[in-house]
């Protein structure tokens, strides 16, 4: 009985979590994975550039 009342304490603290993400983001705001480097243009498919991970380069935004 305590195990069921802690998970539904757990669930409902949970569901509020993600409400009050989902009330704080912008309205246009997405997730999005960078497919190439952002440095040197290879395709990483979002893990780090094997040839920039040792570089100090500052990002081109």
Do not use: Q
Not at 34 to 51: A, S
């Amino acid at each position: 009985m305590t195990l069921l009342l802690l998970g539904i304490g757990l669930g409902i603290v949970l569901i509020g979590a993600i409400f009050w993400k989902y009330l704080k983001t912008p309205k246009f705001d997405y997730v999005s994975v960078e497919l190439n480097c952002k440095h040197c243009g290879d395709r990483t498919n979002g893990l780090k550039c094997p040839r920039c991970e040792n570089k100090k380069i500052s990002p081109k935004y």
